[in-house]
């Protein structure tokens, strides 16, 4: 019997195969009541069982030093995660107490931990609780005496580019192995768009959908599978007439992917030769090879939350300074814009005056540029580490979360203060560098020029723009189809915010996932945007739709469609838009 699943669209691309469905090791582990004189037993098994994990995810890390994928890096978090006291230590203590087995133990502490996780506002550290699970998986596995339940092997006798990983979750060591078996894509329950298993999928070209829910039980062994990474759908058992219309739009997709990789050292300009620049996003050091590699002009973002992740305290100003160098001397003197912590307002925020208590509103709390103002020890290490790296080449700070403009007072009284202490010290910088402002909150979007006066440049997130602007959560299952980026309240303050950095001759460009749509680039363009910040994977297909583009003939377009006041009316305008000959 043939039918449709839908989850979420991670990695582009379509992929024809069998499936091949792999065990998921399972955290319902039994509450065993030990005796008092074999607490002390337990806790050495616990103990040898995280020893096992570590040596298997340091002999992973060794195998991929010389991958350029960034797998090694996602190992490190997993190592990190595993060092951390909360999993390392807490778990022992409740042994202590409860004398309890160690199985039960790790995982009451997980739930504790991805708990907290799923509080956090943001969506990239929120979807950090699957690597928790992940890390905890492996240790379970060891505790019950099954440490290599998950790994991925292609069957006796069949080709891995004819298979299809079908499983519950996929931790960054288990993708490792798509790197030996060439496996053709995978699926999973579970996962979203920013998590691990997505960044690397999209890394290495492979079609990926996760969040299926049910595929694990709904899918058999050997079926043939559809993936189609583009839409987000997995075909289970196509008809003949299917099948076939999906091997043609297989070879189709496969011919652009390969024309893409030719625009990789071109420029990019429109047809009537308007410079683009086109940035990378990165998440971490590791990074830095897929943005070189997609042919980005530089680091539109830096997202330093990364070495924030999988610590029980916050990293020191060398530590950061060490991972900002990485990322600076690998771009090879590009421009790096690195923004400073995004962090909420969350239990698991490593700052003293953050409280206990539940916020009910995490993402109006005490959260971004508000927390960093709160913590002035904090900030200062940052501030100071940034400063010291901008002598190795071009670097720029960004600011998330501005809505006043006391704010940039404050940070701009910090930065100086930061200066001030590196000159006592004798220890150089860039005395110029420059500091802009993420535009995200509606408020700092129609008082933009509070911000223009203030500011060398901004950057528009148009992630949280949408959901602050139309009071949604994205996240939410049940109110996500109510986030519209083509909502005209969203496309108005688009306009004016581009519309008001043009005529203040301050540098604007656009950071979130509008910037990665092809489908939205001439749109863009005709709005004046001139710099995007992006996924690496997604600059090729934007720096295509850029070279199709003649900005003089989609200015007067663009305009008419922002006088439009129905989404459903904008939408058919913009593939009118995408489909014209220029």
Avoid at 58 to 69: G, L, M, W
Avoid at 161 to 181: G, R, Y
């Amino acid at each position: 019997m043939s039918f449709t699943l839908h989850g979420l669209a991670v990695s582009g691309g379509i992929a024809i195969g069998q499936a091949h469905l792999i065990s998921q090791a399972t955290l319902e582990v039994s509450h065993l009541v030990i005796s008092p004189r074999l607490v002390e037993k337990e806790i050495a098994r616990f103990d040898a069982a995280l020893a096992r994990v570590r040596g298997e995810l340091a002999a992973v890390k060794r195998a991929t030093e010389a991958s350029p994928t960034d797998i090694g890096a996602f190992i490190e978090l997993h190592l990190m995660i595993l060092a951390d006291p909360e999993l390392c230590e807490v778990p022992k203590q409740i042994i202590r107490e409860r004398r309890c087995n160690a199985e039960w133990a790790i995982v009451q502490q997980m739930e504790i931990l991805v708990g907290q996780f799923e509080e956090i506002d943001d969506i990239y550290l929120r979807e950090r609780s699957y690597d928790v699970r992940q890390v905890v998986e492996r240790v379970v596995r060891e505790l019950v005496g099954r440490g290599d339940q998950t790994t991925l092997k292609a069957p006796k006798g069949a080709k891995g580019e004819t298979l299809i990983v079908v499983a519950h979750d996929l931790s960054p060591s288990d993708v490792m192995a798509f790197k030996d078996q060439n496996f053709a894509s995978f699926v999973t329950d579970v996962g979203g768009a920013t998590s691990h298993t997505a960044i690397l999928a999209r890394g290495m070209g492979i079609p990926a959908v996760l969040g299926l829910h049910n595929a694990r039980q709904l899918i058999h062994d050997k079926e043939t599978l559809i993936v189609d990474g583009t839409r987000g759908v997995v075909i289970v058992n196509p008809d003949q007439r299917v099948l076939e219309e999906y091997q043609l739009k297989k070879s189709q997709f496969e011919i652009e992917r390969s024309k893409l990789k030719l625009l990789k050292t071109a420029r990019a300009t429109t047809l009537d030769k308007v410079k683009i620049d086109l940035l990378a996003n990165i998440e971490e050091p590791g990074d830095v090879a897929a943005a070189l590699d997609s042919g980005a002009e530089g680091v539109g973002l830096f997202r330093t939350e990364f070495i924030f992740l999988g610590r029980g305290d916050m990293p020191s100003e060398d530590e950061q300074f060490e991972a900002y160098r990485k990322v600076v001397k690998g771009m090879e003197g590009r421009p790096i814009t690195i923004r400073t912590f995004d962090l909420g307002n969350d239990k698991n925020v490593p700052y003293e005056t953050i409280d206990d208590r539940k916020r009910d509103n995490p993402a109006l709390g005490l959260r971004s540029i508000r927390l960093s103002l709160a913590e002035p020890r904090t900030f200062q290490a940052q501030l100071r580490a940034i400063l010291r790296v901008s002598k190795f080449g071009k670097v720029k700070i960004l600011i998330p979360m501005l809505s006043h403009a006391h704010q940039i007072d404050q940070t701009l009284a910090a930065l100086e203060q930061a200066k001030s202490s590196l000159r006592g010290e004798k220890i150089a910088f860039d005395e110029n560098i420059e500091i802009g402002g993420m535009v995200e909150v509606p408020a700092a979007a129609l008082a933009v020029g509070l911000f223009l006066r203030r500011l060398d440049f901004i950057s528009i997130g148009t992630n949280d723009l949408i959901q602050y602007t139309l009071a949604i959560d994205r996240a939410d299952e049940h109110v996500a189809n109510l986030y519209d980026p083509l909502h005209p309240a969203v496309l108005m303050l688009l306009a004016h915010i581009i519309s008001s950095a043009d005529k203040a001759s301050v540098p604007v460009s656009m950071c979130g996932e509008m910037a990665g749509d092809p489908t939205l680039t001439r749109l863009l363009l005709g709005m004046g945007l001139r710099q995007f910040s992006m996924h690496p994977a997604q600059i090729p297909a934007v720096k295509q739709r850029i070279k199709q583009s003649d900005i003089s003939e989609l200015v007067p377009i663009v305009r008419r469609i922002l006088r439009l006041e129905e989404s459903s009316k904008i939408q058919e305008q913009i593939e009118r838009l995408n489909l014209m000959q220029v």
